[in-house]
């Protein structure tokens, strides 16, 4: 089984992040994936979150909160949301990567399409959490590098 690399991070608390960690290209595309949809919960805690990335790390990634969030128009009643309408009760010693693995998804989308924020180290058992849209992870080419994050060649 893969292990995730957000799921070896020594925690999970962003302000105590080592800095191999905190800049490294999971955690910053992770917090940038927050701002690409319209069910996301990207808020102004994850926002204070990208900007000390950014701080730390040297970037100048785009903060801004997504105008359009499930959040933002009162008049419109959503009715629940659930990427697959499959729901999983989580057991004692459940992380995130172990739940990706079991439905063949990425960790951080088990953490992203949750409305609650997840703690990936320590997801209370009995919590009911949605899983993304599978995808064949056995055939993903893992072969090539990343992009840097900050565009430039190496």
Known sequence: MRA???DEFTTSSIR???MEEL???CNVQWHQMMQTSPYSHYDNNYKSNLEHINRACG???LTDIPKLTLFENPHVEWGPYCPTHLLY?????????????????ASAAVRG???SPIDCFAIPEGNQTRTPK??????V??????PPIDGKAP
């Open 141 to 146: 080419d893992v072969s090539s590098t990343p």
């Open 59 to 61: 970037l100048t990634i």
């Open 23 to 25: 800049c490294s290209f």
């Open 89 to 105: 009760t989580t057991s004692a010693g459940d992380t995130c990567d172990g739940i990706a693995a079991q439905f063949k998804v």
């Open 4 to 6: 995730d690399v957000i």
């Open 16 to 18: 105590e992040m080592p």
């Open 134 to 139: 599978q995808i064949d992870i056995d055939n």
């Open 113 to 115: 399409v949750n409305w």
